[in-house]
């Protein structure tokens, strides 16, 4: 098993793309705290039927209040001992065009996704550093292409990616790799963006060249794994495209 014995911090891995993240890294030996934010405070029920007696813990914390972010990292100690590997997974964000958008949707992408990434990073870094661990982030395509309608999430996703790239040449010689994902995954939110915006919808997905989007089980969650393993060990500050080859990074 690729991260036994080894504890992982998963944001937003309640659903999507984090939910098959938490089941991968529980799958290949790891102890998982999962961070998020259900609704109806089903997140312990939703947790336990992921984990199937496996070791993971539910946290309910908004990762935007910076404060949490220390918070978090002590559940995860407290819980299990250590922590290894910190995945930067939930975001939120509402898509509009650039003329309708507002600074409360700046707030909301720019402080769940920028800056939770950031807090989390400087608070996760003692740990991280002690037992010589890994990070992955998450990119986006919509920064990469700068897809319509996507300005805020499209900006704090290529801010993650340059914070990601900076911590990963600061932090090497404390043992840190630092890597990204950019996935392409049918999720409740690209459903939801799929009906709000069908012609784009379409678009992006005549755009894939493998002609479907992944699946967050299958196909991202597995590459999300092996950076935060062992055979990643000399890779860092990396953009990951998981997305079907709908961009093809040189």
């Known amino acids: 098993m690729r991260v036994e014995n080894k504890v992982a911090i998963v944001t937003g891995g309640a659903g999507g793309i984090g939910r098959g993240i938490v089941s991968k890294f529980l799958d290949e030996g790891a102890s998982v705290l999962v961070v998020d934010i259900v609704p109806q405070g089903d997140g312990e029920m939703i947790v336990a039927e992921i984990a199937n007696g496996r070791p993971a813990v539910y946290l309910d914390k908004d990762i935007s209040v910076q404060a949490n972010a220390a918070v978090i990292v002590d559940a995860a100690v407290d819980a299990f001992g250590k922590l290894d590997i910190l995945v930067n997974n939930a975001h939120a964000s509402r898509q509009a065009p650039i003329l309708e958008t507002t600074q409360e949707m700046w707030d909301l992408s720019m402080g769940s996704g920028m800056y939770a990434t950031f807090h989390l990073m400087q608070a996760a ?32 996703k290529e ?86 080859g709908s961009i093809m990074l040189h």
């Open 159 to 244: 801010a993650i990616r340059a914070i990601t790239r900076v911590a990963a040449n600061e932090w090497a010689s404390d043992g840190i790799r630092v890597n990204l994902v950019s996935p392409v995954a049918l999720t409740p939110g690209i459903e939801q963006w799929s009906e709000a915006f069908p012609k784009d919808y379409k678009r992006m997905l005549a755009g894939i060249p493998l002609g479907r989007l992944g699946s967050p089980a299958d196909d991202i969650a597995p590459v999300v794994v092996f950076l935060a393993s062992d055979d990643a060990s000399y890779m860092t500050g990396q953009t990951l495209m998981v997305d079907g």
């Open 125 to 156: 870094h003692a740990q991280l550093a002690e037992n010589k661990g890994a990070i992955v982030n998450f990119a986006s395509g919509a920064g990469l292409k700068g897809l319509p309608t996507q300005v805020t999430y499209a900006a704090a």
